[in-house]
């Protein structure tokens, strides 16, 4: 059974989507950019910032969910230049135990959702 995911710990959705859906025990998130759930700025000040507020944005749908990062299964992270793709993987590095990592694809895009640099989407399973 679908089980719409949200938070006021994450951006609002800008669009006809939500930011998760629960179905049974797995759960599809949508892609999060560097939104400031509290402000909704963004913050793209540093690839290292914008980075880490994307998977915080992500750390708050998966605790909504009763989940955390080992529960996930599979990322997609979508970059608009492979230059920043060590950044990146810096910090999404400290949400993972390199032991249990999920899955991942790494895609550079011609550009996203308020032209950010980096946007980043999970499956997890309870």
Not at 55 to 76: P, Q
């Amino acid at each position: 059974m679908k089980k719409i995911i949200n938070t006021s710990n994450a951006p609002a959705p800008i669009g006809p989507y939500n930011q998760a859906v629960l179905n049974g025990d797995m759960l599809y998130t949508s892609g999060q950019i560097a939104i400031d759930p509290k402000t909704g700025n963004l913050i793209t000040d540093s690839i290292q910032a914008e980075t880490e507020l994307v998977m915080e944005n992500l750390k708050a749908i998966l605790t909504e969910a009763g989940m955390t990062f080992e529960h996930v299964l599979k990322s997609s992270i979508f970059i608009s230049d492979m230059n920043n793709f060590a950044q990146i993987n810096e910090v999404y590095a400290r949400y993972f135990d390199a032991e249990t990592a999920p899955a991942r694809e790494t895609v550079e895009v011609a550009n996203l959702p308020k032209f950010v640099n980096v946007e980043i989407s999970v499956i997890a399973s309870k």
